[in-house]
């Protein structure tokens, strides 16, 4: 059987602190795993002024400078430049232990895996490890957020956990694009859409050492893996903003024609106060409809319903459009006759009223997402 070709990428950013303890211990496994693997250590170095890279130099592992800023940048320009066909990384802060990186790169070859991720909440988190809002609320978050959307059979345990194992062409395959801390919950995604063999294995979580300044910002990279997570789900605003437009608007007509309040568990509906209350969530959801066809226009695999849209010849487009921009105009012109009869002074026809001005809203709203939509594609 071939060995193992492995390429351990370790992306720095002025880690001269830590990075010692981290070579040391690369170092011993490619010494002691030397007749069961080849391996390689290279550092992707994001741009250091500090010792870090004479200090990788020192250990005789190789340097590829990063010239993007940003950690998944430097991954990204590691792993294209590792000589392995299975790629480990992990971060140069020593907070976790490479010596059980054999671990996962066993797992992945015995269990012919596409990636193998080291799971800190299924292994041992030390004390002052992993702050409270991380290990309680922000990792459980992204994880149901990313299995709820994405995964069909593989749940992902630990999505934050940045010490994983691949193969280098399922990487490549993937294309992941984001150049931030992102970068961990896109390879995730990007794996569970392609519908890649994925497992866990336990590993431990070490605090950082005294002195060090983390580069992970908790709200601000929060964040970027939210807007990363949602920027492959248009299905989630589609589904969310259709069922919203639709229920409301049929509550709305439903207000229209019975033309009188009607009182249900209490509360009293279907009056001129609940039709304007449904008129604006159905807007809502037509809003949330809207951003999902706007996400479309940067997504392969998109609906039926967002591709019948976004492929729409210029000239039907045009002539939807101008079918919308006739009814609002007659829309306004009844109204303003209704107005006119009563000398500018009030409309009679209050549920008319709120019925047509939330179809004009619609009409209107759909077309600007529409045109906004193909103005975008065409970048």
């Known amino acids: 059987m071939k060995k193992p070709n492995v390429s351990f990428v370790i992306p720095c950013l002025n880690e001269e602190r830590t990075l010692p303890y981290v070579l040391e211990k690369l170092?011993?496994?490619?010494?002691?795993?030397?007749?069961?693997?080849?391996?390689e250590i290279l550092v992707s170095d994001n741009g250091s002024t500090d010792k870090s890279i004479s200090i990788a130099k020192k250990f005789g592992v190789r340097v590829a400078p990063a010239k993007e800023r940003g950690y998944g940048a430097a991954l990204d320009s590691g792993i294209r430049n590792a000589k392995g066909d299975i790629i480990v990384f992990a971060d140069a802060d020593d907070t976790y232990d490479f010596l059980e990186a054999p671990a996962l790169i066993l797992k992945l070859v015995e269990g012919n895996y596409d990636m193998v991720i080291g799971s800190?909440?299924?292994?041992?988190?030390?004390?002052?490890?992993?702050?409270?809002l991380h290990r309680y609320l922000g990792t459980p978050?992204?994880?149901?957020?990313?299995?709820?959307?994405?995964?069909?059979?593989?749940?992902?345990?630990?999505?934050?956990?940045?010490?994983?194992?691949?193969?280098?062409d399922k990487y490549l395959s993937w294309d992941i694009r984001s150049k931030g801390m992102e970068f961990a919950s896109e390879l995730l995604i990007k794996a569970l859409l392609h519908e890649s063999k994925m497992e866990h294995v336990?590993?431990?979580?070490?605090?950082?050492?005294?002195?060090?300044?983390?580069?992970?910002?908790?709200?601000?990279?929060?964040?970027?893996?939210?807007?990363?997570i949602l920027f492959y789900a248009p299905h989630l605003f589609e589904r969310c903003g259709l069922v919203l437009f639709t229920f409301f608007w049929l509550q709305l007509l439903v207000g229209f024609f019975v033309g009188k309040v009607i009182s249900i568990a209490g509360m009293n509906l279907y009056g001129i106060h609940s039709m304007v209350f449904f008129s604006f969530l159905s807007i809502l959801g037509l809003s949330l409809w809207g951003t999902g066809l706007l996400i479309a226009t940067k997504q392969p695999r998109i609906s039926k319903m967002y591709q019948?849209?976004?492929?729409?010849?210029?000239?039907?487009?045009?002539?939807?459009?101008?079918s919308g921009l006739g009814i609002i105009a007659l829309a306004i012109v009844l109204v303003f006759l209704q107005w006119q009869k009563s000398g500018y002074v009030f409309i009679n026809l209050e549920r008319e009223f709120i019925v047509a001005t939330n179809l004009s809203l619609t009409l209107f709203i759909f077309a600007l997402q529409a045109v906004t939509a193909h103005i975008i594609k065409r970048d």
């Open 27 to 39: 170092v011993r496994i490619k010494e002691e795993y030397s007749k069961k693997m080849d391996i």
């Open 120 to 132: 800190r909440l299924d292994g041992e988190i030390h004390k002052g490890a992993m702050p409270f």
């Open 141 to 168: 978050v992204i994880n149901w957020i990313i299995n709820l959307l994405y995964s069909k059979k593989f749940k992902i345990r630990d999505s934050n956990s940045g010490f994983r194992c691949f193969r280098k």
């Open 202 to 228: 336990p590993v431990s979580l070490y605090p950082d050492k005294e002195g060090r300044i983390p580069h992970l910002k908790t709200w601000r990279d929060g964040m970027r893996h939210l807007l990363r």
């Open 308 to 322: 019948n849209i976004l492929s729409m010849e210029e000239d039907r487009l045009f002539f939807v459009l101008l």
